[in-house]
Nanobody, 127 residues
């Protein structure tokens, strides 16, 4: 499967953006999908994930209540709705697919559970 992320941009604090992760080459509902972000000088961290069945979504504590992950099987796309953005959300966001992202793990460890990666999209939140 190939993944392409888009939707990043420049937004003011407390604003919103919606990121899209479009899959090709395979149907996305065969995979668990996760969003990651990497801020300058920091390690990549998991932000949110969804199971391949779509019955479970998980979030890093830093984004709970502000970000919402959803999927549209008809469009073979996963979305990350980001509300009430903060300057500390500034990062390159990327999506990845794998068999399973273990929500009992630290979200940083989701990196090791990803098999396919899309390119990143830059989100910049100004104060």
């Amino acid at each position: 499967v190939q993944l392409q992320a888009s939707g990043g941009g420049l937004v003011q604090a407390e604003g919103s953006l919606r990121l899209s992760c479009v899959a090709s080459g395979d149907t996305l509902d065969r995979y668990a999908v996760a969003w990651f972000r990497q801020a300058p000088g920091k390690e990549r961290e998991g932000v949110s994930s969804i199971t391949n069945s779509g019955d479970g979504t998980y979030y890093a504590d830093s984004v709970k209540g502000r970000f919402t992950l959803s999927g549209d099987n008809a469009k073979n796309t996963v979305y990350l709705q980001m509300n009430n953005l903060k300057p500390e959300d500034t990062a390159v966001y990327s999506c990845a697919a794998g068999d399973y992202f273990n929500h009992h793990d630290d979200t940083e460890d989701w990196v090791y559970e990803a098999d396919y990666w899309g390119q990143g999209t830059l989100v910049t939140v100004s104060s």
